[in-house]
T-cell receptor, first 113, second 111 residues
Framework: DAGVIQSPRHEVTEMGQEVTLRCKPI?????LFWYRQTMMRGLELLIY????????DSGMPEDRFSAKMPNASFSTLKIQPSEPRDSAVYFC???????????FGAGSRLTVL | GENVEQHPSTLSVQEGDSAVIKCTYS??????FPWYKQELGKRPQLIID?????GEKKDQRIAVTLNKTAKHFSLHITETQPEDSAVYFC??????????FGQGTRLTINP
């Protein structure tokens, strides 16, 4: 298995632009998590899905952030409009819902100028 | 609420010495406690985990202990080596099946 696949690996954009981050979980995993990592706040859970259904989005910072999981093999995290304070590394992770071990993707490093 | 506190935030030890990182959690229903290691520019990777029915687990130079009554758990690294330098995160799974992370400990091994 190729593991959790994220794209893009790096994105630099200007304030106000729309950003879309993508994630393909490990085949067979039915729980998917989006985390944001910054020096100040560490690893923050933004949202997670079970069987493509959003279970808890209490970590989504504000309405500019949205996440979807249209099928078991694909999820997106969208920021519109982006702001400089959104600059961070965004990690996607997946696991089997009945299991505990969480596997991370390589992350998407976002820089908003 | 669901919270995991981790200490210290930075730790520097001499090569060959031991390192200990401590975490406390708030959700009494938590029953799974993993530790992740993150090297610079890389993803967090699981190095060891412990479930609530066990008090201690060891894997070569690393060990984790759990005190459910006090709601704290610790990572112990013995005979530290330069490649142990990284950021280490503890985590706890909540009753809602969320994995909540501590703030991380930056461990530096001095040669």
């Amino acid at each position: 298995d190729a593991g959790v696949i994220q794209s893009p690996r790096h994105e630099v954009t200007e304030m106000g632009q729309e950003v879309t981050l993508r994630c393909k979980p490990i085949s067979g995993h039915n729980s998917l998590f989006w985390y944001r990592q910054t020096m100040m706040r560490g690893l923050e859970l933004l949202i997670y899905f079970n069987n493509n259904v959003p279970i808890d989005d209490s970590g989504m910072p504000e309405d500019r952030f949205s996440a979807k999981m249209p099928n078991a093999s694909f999820s997106t995290l969208k920021i519109q409009p982006s702001e400089p304070r959104d600059s961070a590394v965004y990690f996607c992770a997946s696991k089997l819902s009945g299991a505990n071990v969480l596997t991370f993707g390589a992350g998407s490093r976002l820089t908003v100028l | 609420g669901e919270n995991v506190e981790q200490h210290p935030s930075t730790l520097s030890v001499q090569e060959g010495d031991s390192a200990v990182i401590k975490c406390t959690y708030s959700d009494s229903a938590s029953n799974y406690f993993p530790w992740y290691k993150q090297e610079l520019g890389k993803r967090p990777q699981l190095i060891i985990d412990i479930r609530s029915n066990v008090g201690e687990k060891k894997d070569q130079r690393i060990a984790v202990t759990l005190n459910k009554t006090a709601k704290h758990f610790s990572l112990h690294i013995t005979e530290t080596q330069p490649e142990d330098s990284a950021v280490y995160f503890c985590a706890a799974i909540t009753r809602a099946q969320k994995l909540v992370f501590g703030q991380g400990t930056r461990l530096t091994i001095n040669p």
